[in-house]
């Protein structure tokens, strides 16, 4: 049972233009979740996060969106930059960071110049 | 800061064989984990450790087992290995449990092969 699901394995977008990355999950008792990124042969890097207490939060180029009712999160990247081709994983926490992180399975954007 | 060292890089190991893969957390850092990551699967969750003490669990069977050093160093073992263990083992630390989710780093991960 997945409790946390990218349902898109991949996204091609121009150059400039804005990417949204999509994240659904199941369980209500995650109350903090996180963006990672990863390039092959390394390890994923944080990259932004978004407490269930709010519904927006804003790091640059990347913003993250929280609809609790809708149990959706989404990450935009405005403008797609080439070097932000990578995978893209949504990650969950409940209890407040004191339980393991619950990965979905990452979407591959590929920003086209 | 030296950041979260994993060793080997690479493993090629044969089926039936075991395994013991190495991470050194960041230094300060007490909490470690690991997961295994899959060709079309996300991150899944092996085992945390924190002050030498298995702290959480994830759904594997008992051939994965893990421990931390008072150094805060951690190790995994495989044992009796078989061809779907084949994965990126990626370990990832962090000041305290409280702190992951907020405070993960990851390095750079082990790839293991089995033939």
């Known amino acids: 049972d997945q409790q946390v699901k990218q349902n898109s394995p991949s996204l091609s977008v121009q150059e400039g233009r804005i990417s949204i990355l999509n994240c659904d999950y199941t369980n209500s008792m995650f109350d903090y979740f996180l963006w990672y990124k990863k390039y092959p042969a390394e390890g994923p890097t944080f990259l932004i996060s978004?407490?269930?207490?709010?519904d927006k939060n804003e790091d640059g180029r990347f913003t993250v969106f929280l609809n609790k009712s809708a149990k959706h999160l989404s990450l935009h990247i405005v403008p797609s930059q080439p070097g932000d081709s990578a995978v893209y994983f949504c990650?969950?926490?409940?209890?407040?960071?004191?339980?393991?992180?619950?990965f979905g399975k990452g979407t591959r954007l590929s920003v086209i110049a | 800061k030296a950041g979260v060292t994993q060793t080997p890089r690479y493993l090629i190991k044969t089926r039936g064989q075991q395994v013991t893969l190495s991470c050194s957390p960041i230094s300060g850092h007490r909490s470690v984990s690991w997961y295994q990551q899959t060709p079309g699967q996300g991150l899944q969750f092996l085992f945390e450790?924190?002050?030498?003490?298995?702290?959480n669990k994830g759904n594997f069977p008992g051939r994965f087992s893990g421990r931390q050093f008072s150094n805060s160093r951690s190790e995994m073992n495989v044992s009796t290995l078989e061809l779907g263990d084949s994965a990126l083992y990626l370990c990832?630390?962090?000041?305290?449990?409280?702190?992951?989710?907020?405070?993960?780093?990851f390095g750079s991960g082990t790839r293991l092969t089995v033939v």
């Open positions: 990650a969950a926490s409940a209890g407040s960071g004191n339980t393991p992180l619950v």
């Open positions: 978004i407490s269930s207490i709010k």
């Open positions: 450790y924190f002050s030498e003490t298995q702290r």
């Open positions: 990832a630390s962090s000041l305290d449990p409280q702190g992951a989710g907020y405070g993960y780093t």
